[in-house]
């Protein structure tokens, strides 16, 4: 098997817009704290965006599936901010479905991000987006399913910017969008367009190379 960037040694410092130093890595069982922590300082409206109902806390079987994960069909990176005592700002998951019944049928996960109210408009939520990419393309991820509400603009807009070729369907507020995982498959424009041709190389980077890079 080749060489992962996103195994359990991944750490990667970044710097948001506003200057806020950042620390990357992948979640862990003792997060539970962090990231009830975390969801408290949300607010209501950032809650609502990401379960969809208006949640008030996380119950300790919900800690331990968010921050129990193996990795591999379930895929977490935290950000946190570069300071004692951290604070969660941000988080990505993917979770791998079921397999399809019909033969051919791509690799398919349910794919997430939520961004802390301090942290928005700051550039994490692409940052873990293009961190995602890399990590489900590592684990033979062939495409992406994204819930979202339809009332949530800077998702859609994401999505369109960073995987122009979806489909989404509407139904119930809720907009179910699906893309081809970039750097798998695409149509000959989008294999040409620098953003593709930046996924791909990170996927085939090392974890040197990664942290190297220059991210925007």
């Known amino acids: 098997m080749a060489a992962r960037v996103f195994d359990l ?11 806020t130093a950042i620390v990357l ?9 962090l990231l009830r922590t975390g969801f408290d300082r949300w607010s209501k409206e ?9 949640k008030t806390h996380l119950s300790d079987d919900e800690l331990r599936y968010l921050c129990e994960v193996d990795h591999e069909s379930h895929f977490a990176l935290g950000a946190l901010t570069d300071a004692e ?14 397999e399809e019944q019909e033969p051919g049928a791509p690799v398919t996960a349910e794919a997430a991000i ?14 873990l987006f293009e961190r995602l ?6 684990r033979g991820v062939e495409r992406f399913r994204c819930e979202v509400l339809g009332s949530n603009t800077s998702m859609k807009t994401l999505i369109d910017k960073l995987a122009p ?5 509407v139904g119930g507020g809720v907009m179910s969008i699906d893309f081809d995982v970039p750097g798998r498959t695409a149509e000959p424009e989008v294999r040409e367009s620098a953003l593709y041709r930046f996924f791909r190389g990170v996927a085939k980077m090392g974890p040197w190379g990664l942290i190297a890079s220059r991210w925007s």
């Open 133 to 138: 990419v890399v990590a489900a393309a590592e």
């Open 25 to 33: 890595r992948l979640v862990r069982a003792d997060d539970k704290d």
């Open 85 to 98: 005592p951290p604070i969660g700002l941000g988080i990505a998951r993917f979770i791998r479905l079921p």
């Open 114 to 127: 939520a961004v802390a109210d301090e942290a928005q408009g700051q550039g994490l939520g692409r940052l």
């Open 165 to 169: 070729l979806h489909t989404t369907e």
């Open 46 to 54: 950032s809650r609502y965006a990401r379960f969809f109902s208006a």
């Open 9 to 19: 040694d991944y750490v990667e410092h970044a710097t948001l817009r506003d200057g």
